[in-house]
């Protein structure tokens, strides 16, 4: 007998609201008001050589032996994937993406960027690009790292802007690659300090983005994992497991070793905590990853579970 998991892409459905303190959303979030200073993003990269990419294989290849073993309810199987119920824990794990709980899929293919540019900032819904191309959206508590990730993904220093001070990010942003679907950088949360007439309501701004964009595939929910789990980004996995927006938790900043910044804890334990906080509200385990953007951990990973949601996603 074979288990067939999920015939759509709302994998990351909540069985049943979250207790308080986590029942209530109120996260602001960040917009730009003013336009003209919108022409700092004018990015572009365009190569004639497609960037480095580890062949599925061979990365599945390099994690054989180092593989965390996991039981089915904490895998994520993608849609149209076959996982058979007799298959041995070794063979299984072998079949999981190094530093995450993804299975890989027939649909893993494609997924080396050969280039990516800046199109277009929007401060509505209805003003980001109109071409239907499918596109993944990042979005994160700000000085999560959210920009250095970008860049890492597409291998450039300088497509999308990075800045020491947080919550710069102000518009949505997007970025086509390989001009044939898009990588969405979207304002942080959560940053307090920032100037009150920048702020925007959280109903009116991305809220809407989430609920209504059409041709957005996963939101990619960043969490910082070099401190303990913080409140706010419960909630914001929460709000879209409730609101059946499909979501991808992407761990950022899996290289610091200091201590004194995270409680004493590892990044993997921070990992485990935030998982364990949020299972026994998900009806399946959502799909999660390891990341840094400056060791590039996780890139890989990224690109085969972007390409295989994609190629799901056009074919249906």
Known sequence: ????????????????????????INLPLIT???????????????TTEPIPFTEAHNLLALQEQTQTQFSLDKLFIPPDTEVSVNENSSGLSA????????VLSKYARDAQIVQAEFIKSSVRTEDCPSDGLP??????????????????????KKLALTSKKPGKTQCINHFKVNDSWYLVDLPGYGYA????????????????YFLNRST?????????????AKKIDLEYASWLGQNQVPMTLIFTKCDKRKKKKNGGKRPEENVNEFQELIRDFFQTAPPWIMTSGVTNQGRDEMLLHMAQLRNYWLKH
């Open 1 to 24: 007998m074979a288990l067939s998991r999920l015939p759509k892409l709302h994998f990351s459905i909540f069985t049943h609201p979250l207790p308080s303190p986590y029942t209530h």
């Open 32 to 46: 730009k008001l003013k336009l003209s200073t919108l022409s700092r993003l004018k990015s572009s990269v365009t």
């Open 95 to 102: 079949r999981v993406l190094k530093g995450s709980n993804i």
């Open 135 to 156: 596109e993944f959206a990042l979005v994160g508590r700000s000085n999560v790292g959210k920009s250095s990730l970008l860049n890492s993904i597409v291998r450039r």
């Open 193 to 208: 300090s920032a100037p009150r007439e920048l702020r925007t309501d959280w109903n009116k701004f991305t809220k809407d």
């Open 216 to 228: 957005l595939v996963s939101v990619f929910l960043l969490i910082d994992a070099s401190i303990p």
